[in-house]
């Protein structure tokens, strides 16, 4: 467990378990959090950059599934997933735009390059914390 994830559950009322562990591990490794700085720069929702490894891995997992298949078609965990990138995006220094800023919503629909079975909205987000929590790192070789 990551230090992004230990913060995350400990402010958290999402229920900690292997699953949402592993969730938040993935959301909050600097890789994903690359793809959705890079998608948030370009003005499409943080969760384009890692909707389809994020259902393929995650989608029907036990603990915390992402299908439809549920009753209550799972919609609830779908809405924590939102939660969990808004607390990543957050840590580096990004927060959902508001609807005052622009003439959008917070949030906009996936698009359909990014392939999500189980999205179909996400926020977007844009740099307003000048000196966030984390830093993604550029390394040269």
């Known amino acids: 467990m990551n230090q992004i994830t230990k913060d995350f559950f400990a402010s958290s ?38 909707v389809k490894h994020l259902e393929e891995q995650f989608g029907n997992c036990k603990l915390f599934p992402l299908n439809h298949e549920a009753k209550d078609s799972n919609a609830p965990n779908r809405r924590n997933i939102g939660w969990m990138v808004r607390f990543v995006m957050k840590a580096y220094g990004y927060t959902p735009i508001s609807k ?11 698009g359909k390059f990014a392939d999500s079975k189980f999205f179909g909205t996400s926020a977007v987000y844009s740099k307003t914390i000048s000196n966030p929590r984390y830093k993604i790192v550029v390394m040269s070789v």
């Open 13 to 50: 009322s999402i229920p900690q378990n292997q699953d949402t562990v592993d969730i938040m591990d993935f959301l909050s490794d600097p890789e994903s959090v690359n793809k959705m700085l890079i998608m948030s720069e370009v003005g499409l929702p943080a969760l384009t950059g890692v």
């Open 100 to 110: 005052e800023l622009t003439d959008s919503a917070e949030r906009t629909r996936i």
